[in-house]
């Protein structure tokens, strides 16, 4: 007997958890019945077909969210053309709460796992495998007969470990799980249906951590929904990460900020730079919308906890925020933004609501004169409070957003620009204005082109600062990259600023005053590995250059060196 677990995933370096619990919680006597087999959505239908035809498995089980939904119906309308014998299951999230649906468009699958799914799945295997039950007795499970009995939920030291062979997950997100449940009861939110939160011992996570560590993963995503609820739990391994970082393994956290506690903090403070990185739920700063998705949140207190931890210069902030929230129309969003953009995050998410089946929100969506999408991910159209003309307005500043601001690479020059504007929201509003004018969001501006883009929407709104904008945008240029040729933008190196670069370059390989660990390297060396700029303004002080601030000086950029954070390379002034 075979059994085939299917996860189709967003992306290659995505991995889908779920499936690897489901094979570990059946234990080694039904393991070798069960095969994995993970895909893309960015894979041909056919393909995945195909591939699964070849495996030849008894029964099959899909692994179902909102991103992938739309492919597994493809191959349920397919598989049964092709494996005429082979029995269908389905799973996860966007199935548990629409299954008598699903079996009604689907009459050929056999059931659906509802909720959470190990110990279901191994009594499923043991029907399989002993043939000593029927598929009644087995609590958790959706039949074309109607629901088997409730199945209450598992201790969180039940779960095998699922990362026992990391070869397999080379160059791919390892996801980990400390905790289930959500004690908060956000509306859009399927979590908020679970509200009793099930910990994962500390002593069993520090030891599993303990494993990342030693094989030096680059990136260990959690996916608890509220990592600090629990405070002595969030401390305990943030404690642990912390006395034993590797010095190169990444912590990815979802956290909310404004119930850090003081000790939380000055522990968050004092780690190394890139080893943490928290994502931070904030959604809306209006008081009536908060209220409304049955959200609790202190934005003033949230607002100086952002500040706090970003002093520490260590930690990246990714700050997130939902476009057709109700009570909440194009003003108000338009102050939330300004408002989170304000906190300064170094990632600042702008997503559009989903109605997620199950959902409170979905339970709502008439009160709201919530319209979305009809396929998944069900997106937000229009409210009682956002048309649809709105919605577009916002996704085209959404992608501003994204390539001009969570881009990282025009840091400097934004920093100046938005002063030109009421808001940093009317700075990219006026963007995406200047986008749709150029035709750019038909044809997207390839990411060099971008800064020579930026400098022609700047001149557009301030003409008489051409020289400040273009020495804005070489330093960010150069900040991020050697380039192999300069922009027409930056204008061609004169013949006195060329000469000034070959003598310090010929002073630097004597003395190494600036470039410490290139002591190998000759002049020549040292000028293709690194850049030295020549500049009027003070464009590393964005406020005092915005001011009009003169002076006369080269940067000298290096690029072996770089911040942890932003990846930007360490420089140096060098003053005339």
């Not at 030096?216 to 629990?230: E, G, I, S």
């Not at 730079?273 to 202190?298: F, H, K, W, Y």
């Not at 009027?536 to 072996?560: C, H, I, M, N, Q």
Request: net charge negative.
């Amino acid at each position: 007997m075979k059994y085939l677990l299917v996860a189709v995933n967003a992306k290659y370096i995505h991995s889908n958890p779920a499936v690897y619990s489901l094979r570990a919680y059946a234990g080694e006597k039904y393991g070798e019945h069960i095969e994995l087999a993970e895909y893309t959505i960015n894979q041909r239908t056919e393909d995945i077909l195909a591939d699964i035809y070849q495996r030849k498995p008894d029964a099959i089980g899909f692994s179902c969210y909102i991103w992938n939904i739309r492919m597994i119906r493809e191959l349920l309308a397919e598989l049964p053309k092709v494996l005429e014998h082979t029995e269908l299951w389905l799973g996860g999230p966007e199935v548990s709460y629409d299954a008598p649906g699903m079996l009604i468009q689907f009459p050929h699958l056999k059931g659906i796992i509802v909720g959470e799914g190990e110990a279901t799945f191994r009594e499923l295997m043991a029907y399989y495998v002993e043939g000593d039950r029927s598929l009644s007795e087995i609590a958790g499970l959706y039949l074309p007969e109607g629901f088997t009995p409730m199945r209450p939920l598992l201790s969180m030291d039940e779960l095998p470990f699922l990362y026992g062979d990391l070869e397999q997950f080379q160059n791919r997100i390892i996801y980990y799980e400390s905790a289930r449940g959500c004690p908060y009861s956000c509306s859009y939110c399927l979590s908020s249906i679970d509200k009793r939160v099930r910990l994962r011992s500390v002593d069993l996570v520090q030891k599993e951590l303990q494993l990342f560590l030693d094989k030096k993963v680059p990136q260990v995503k959690f996916v608890d929904r509220t990592f600090n609820c629990v405070h002595e739990h969030a401390m305990a391994i943030w404690k642990y990460i912390s006395e034993h970082d590797n010095g190169v393994t990444n912590f990815h956290f979802e956290i909310s900020a404004d119930i850090l506690r003081p000790e939380e903090i000055a522990l968050l403070n004092q780690m190394r730079p890139g080893l943490v990185q928290l994502e931070i739920g904030v959604q809306s700063t209006n008081p009536d919308t908060i209220s409304a998705i049955d959200r609790v949140m202190n934005v003033e207190r949230l607002e100086q906890i952002v500040a706090s931890i970003r002093r520490g210069k260590n930690i990246h902030q990714h700050l997130d925020l939902i476009a057709g929230l109700p009570g909440e129309d194009y003003n108000s969003f338009r102050n939330s933004f300004d408002r989170v953009y304000g906190m300064k995050p170094d990632q600042l998410q702008l997503g559009f609501l989903k109605v997620l089946k199950g959902s409170p929100m979905e339970e709502r969506a008439g009160d709201y004169e919530l319209v979305y999408t009809s396929q998944p991910p069900y997106e937000v159209l229009k409210t009682k409070w956002l048309s649809y003309e709105e919605v577009l307005r916002l996704k085209q500043v959404e992608e501003m957003v994204e390539l001009y601001y969570n881009s990282n690479q025009f840091r400097y020059t934004l920093a100046v620009l938005e002063k030109d504007f009421p808001g940093p929201f009317a700075m990219f509003e006026q963007m995406a204005a200047y986008y749709r004018e150029k035709g750019y969001f038909l044809n997207s501006p390839a990411r060099a082109y971008r800064y020579q883009v930026l400098y022609d929407f700047a001149l557009s709104v301030s003409p008489g600062r051409k020289e400040l904008y273009r020495e804005l945008l070489v330093f960010d240029l150069y900040l991020r990259e050697k380039v192999k040729s300069r922009p027409e933008f930056a204008g061609e190196i004169g013949e006195d600023e060329k000469e000034y670069q070959r003598a310090f370059y010929l002073q630097e390989e004597k003395e190494h005053r600036y470039l410490k660990g290139y002591e190998e390297y000759d002049h020549r060396q040292l000028a293709k590995m690194t850049h030295l700029e020549h500049f009027t303004y003070p464009v590393w002080d964005p406020e005092a250059a915005g001011k009009g601030a003169r002076t006369s000086g080269s940067v000298l950029f290096d690029y072996r060196n770089r911040d942890a954070l932003t990846y930007d390379a360490a420089f140096w002034l060098l003053e005339d």
